[in-house]
């Protein structure tokens, strides 16, 4: 079964929007990183089922079933990407029309207040 596992990166135009925007706006820029990123991903919506460790004292023979994403499976960034998308959009951001790794945050004025990019 074909799984994707491409995740949209944020543009070196894209990039370079966000420093101008910074510098007309003399907003600081933060940079942050995800402890245990791929395990805050989407639920996995396909059986995916793993040997449990050798420290689990699982029964030999037994697997188990995941239930979010680990590094190294194909999708486990796409599925931290979704996430990540989804929150930001509940959050009230717009997602550009042009990279979907970069987000907007308006005030009720229309004014912006915030820029977010996501690289996973």
Same mark, same amino acid.
């Given at each position: 079964?074909?799984?994707?596992?491409?995740?949209?990166?944020?543009?070196? @135009?894209?990039?370079?929007?966000? *420093? $101008?925007?910074?510098?007309?706006e003399?907003?600081?820029?933060? &940079? &942050?990183?995800?402890? &245990?990123?791929?395990?805050? +991903? @989407?639920?996995?919506?396909?059986?995916?089922?793993?040997?449990?460790?050798?420290?689990? =004292?699982?029964?030999k +023979?037994?697997?188990?079933?995941?239930?979010?994403? *680990?590094?190294?499976? =194909?999708?486990?960034?796409?599925?931290?990407?979704l996430? @990540?998308? !989804?929150?930001? $959009?509940s *959050?009230? @951001?717009?997602q550009?029309?042009?990279?979907?790794?970069?987000?907007?945050?308006? !005030?009720?004025? +229309?004014?912006?207040?915030?820029? $977010?990019?996501?690289?996973?």
């Amino acid at each position: 079964e074909e799984v994707p596992s491409d995740s949209p990166t944020v543009d070196k @135009c894209s990039m370079r929007l966000l *420093l $101008i925007i910074c510098e007309a706006e003399r907003w600081q820029l933060e &940079s &942050s990183d995800v402890k &245990s990123a791929f395990l805050q +991903g @989407c639920r996995l919506e396909r059986e995916v089922l793993m040997k449990p460790p050798k420290e689990a =004292n699982v029964p030999k +023979g037994k697997l188990w079933k995941l239930k979010v994403p *680990l590094y190294g499976l =194909n999708d486990a960034s796409l599925q931290f990407y979704l996430k @990540c998308k !989804n929150v930001l $959009i509940s *959050l009230g @951001c717009k997602q550009s029309q042009v990279d979907p790794a970069m987000f907007f945050k308006f !005030n009720k004025e +229309g004014k912006l207040i915030g820029v $977010i990019i996501s690289h996973v």
